[in-house]
T-cell receptor
Framework: KNQVEQSPQSLIILEGKNCTLQ??????????LRWYKQDTGRGPVSLTI?????NTKSNGRYTATLDADTKQSSLHITASQLSDSASYIC??????????????FGKGTKLSVKP | GAVVSQHPSWVICKSGTSVKIECRSL??????MFWYRQFPKQSLMLMAT?????????EQGVEKDKFLINHASLTLSTLTVTSAHPEDSSFYIC????????????FGPGTRLTVL
């Protein structure tokens, strides 16, 4: 069964600290993996996209890693800010030869950054 | 850029009425648009896939007669919740693709529907 599991479910950190969110997936055939940030009451916003051959990708203070062998990904947030408080969603795309709707969503990690 | 808008951002309606939600790609032509529903503390769940000029493809368990989708142009898709009931109260999010190498989906800001 195609699944995306994220951990932890929720996380509270102090402003300025770093944190790492985890994503494990059992999705096949794999096309790419994305991390999204979703603020409360808003749509998801893409942070990174990685294909099978990419091990790491950065976007400002966000760095995502991908280990296609172990089917694990992580999102590292450096020097957290209050505005980082949001849900972070790991999404894996199935490769169905051009099909565009086959996204498998994780349930997200709710991050709270406290002053 | 790749900006997707939704209108309205929130709506409250009485049970039994119909509600229309618009999804627009503002600065690109969307090859495909998608409609999702998200309940509190849950993942986004795909409801249907919409291609311009053709009938939408609905996911299993989604009633096509209740959730009417019209994709009249490459920049506009609408979702109409017909005869809404309190259990239809949810956060509805659309997304659109513009045919990049990743076929990345760009999400709208969502519409909060509350049915009284």
């Amino acid at each position: 069964k195609n699944q995306v599991e994220q951990s932890p479910q929720s996380l509270i950190i102090l402003e300025g600290k770093n944190c790492t969110l985890q994503c494990n997936y059992t999705v096949s055939p794999f096309s790419n993996l994305r991390w999204y940030k979703q603020d409360t009451g808003r749509g998801p916003v893409s942070l990174t996209i990685m294909t099978f051959s990419e091990n790491t990708k950065s976007n400002g203070r966000y760095t995502a890693t991908l280990d296609a062998d172990t089917k694990q990904s992580s999102l590292h947030i450096t020097a957290s800010q209050l505005s980082d408080s949001a849900s972070y969603i790991c999404v894996v795309t199935l490769n169905y030869g051009g099909s565009q709707g086959n996204l498998i969503f994780g349930k997200g990690t709710k991050l709270s950054v406290k002053p | 850029g790749a900006v997707v808008s939704q209108h309205p951002s929130w709506v409250i309606c009485k049970s039994g009425t119909s509600v229309k939600i618009e999804c627009r790609s503002l600065d690109f032509q969307a090859t495909t648009m998608f409609w999702y529903r998200q309940f509190p503390k849950q993942s986004l769940m795909l409801m249907a896939t919409s291609n311009e000029g053709s009938k939408a493809t609905y996911e299993q368990g989604v009633e096509k007669d209740k959730f009417l989708i019209n994709h009249a142009s490459l920049t506009l898709s609408t979702l109409t919740v017909t005869s809404a009931h309190p259990e239809d109260s949810s956060f509805y999010i659309c997304s659109a693709t513009k045919g990049t190498v990743y076929n990345e989906q760009f999400f709208g800001p969502g519409t909060r529907l509350t049915v009284l």
